[in-house]
């Protein structure tokens, strides 16, 4: 996939945590921020929905994402960099946020610690979506092998797939306070539920299982989906949990 694709991904992701993302927000009085930093922004999926006001800051390590982000959040001030090594001073951000970073970090408690050492005390640390494919949901039964061969393919990519049941002990490791957490739920109604498989899921499934299986199997199993999404019986439900802590006052 392109980046333009990636970047329809990524906005397509970003939905599922919209009303998410605003309550927490909410709660960690984001609008009244002066500065905010997402870390791992990619292309600036969420970069371009932030509220205006506060001075808002990205981070990524790929080059080319920035490229992108630039276009689309203009508004924003990106860095090149590594989200275990952050380009900023102690103190500097009122929130720092990730969403979707910390399954694909080797380290992602460096990560944490790095997103504390750089907001203010006081100031809130937030991981907005961090899935959990060990609690995956497929159905119909003939889908099942689908959910473990995308887990496998995660882990030969060196993601974490089992990263949001650790995320709570993750924040209490890194010693922030107040935490809370928890995992978005799922709801379908037939008004929005899809009756066709989403081709951007299988252009990303086939890339990601590319090693796995044949064109042939993936064939197969896309026709086995589009016919449970046809009798509405598809159910697909992964995990996604995030915490919400705050910077311990020194
Ligand atoms: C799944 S994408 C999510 C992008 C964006 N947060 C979003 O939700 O649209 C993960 C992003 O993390 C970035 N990333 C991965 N490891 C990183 C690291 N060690 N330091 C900085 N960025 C990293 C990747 O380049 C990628 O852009």
Same mark, same amino acid.
């Given at each position: 996939? $392109? ?61 080319? =994402? ?7 959040? &203009?508004?924003?001030?990106?860095? $090149? ?27 992602? *408690?460096?990560? *944490? ?17 961090? &899935? ?61 539920? &899809? ?32 016919? =449970? ?22």
């Amino acid at each position: 996939m $392109n980046l333009s694709e990636w970047h329809t991904r990524y906005r397509q992701q970003a939905s599922w945590t919209r009303s998410l993302r605003q309550h927490l927000f909410a709660q960690s009085n984001a609008e009244a921020a002066h500065r905010i930093l997402e870390v791992g922004c990619g292309t600036g999926a969420l970069l371009c929905d932030m509220p205006t006001g506060p001075l808002v800051y990205g981070l990524d390590h790929d080059r080319s =994402a920035l490229c992108f982000a630039r276009q689309v959040a &203009p508004a924003s001030t990106l860095f $090149n960099g590594d989200a275990t090594h952050l380009p900023f001073a102690a103190n500097s951000f009122d929130l720092s946020f990730c969403h979707f970073l910390l399954l694909w970090l080797p380290n992602p *408690l460096a990560a *944490l610690l790095e997103m504390c050492r750089v907001t203010i005390a006081g100031g809130w640390v937030l991981a907005l979506a961090e &899935p959990d494919y060990g609690g995956r949901i497929d159905y119909p039964p003939a889908l099942a092998d689908l959910g473990k061969l995308q887990t496998a393919a995660l882990q030969q990519q060196g993601a974490d797939p089992l990263i949001g049941r650790r995320l709570s002990a993750l924040f209490h490791q890194a010693g922030l306070q107040q935490v809370q957490s928890g995992v978005l739920g799922g709801f379908w109604q037939d008004e929005d539920r &899809p009756t066709t498989a989403d081709d951007l899921e299988w252009s990303v499934l086939r890339q990601d299982l590319h090693a796995f299986c044949t064109p042939t199997e993936l064939d197969a199993l896309q026709k086995v989906e589009q016919q =449970a999404y046809q009798r509405g019986e598809r159910v697909l439900y992964i995990p996604t949990f995030y915490a919400l802590g705050r910077v311990a006052k020194t």
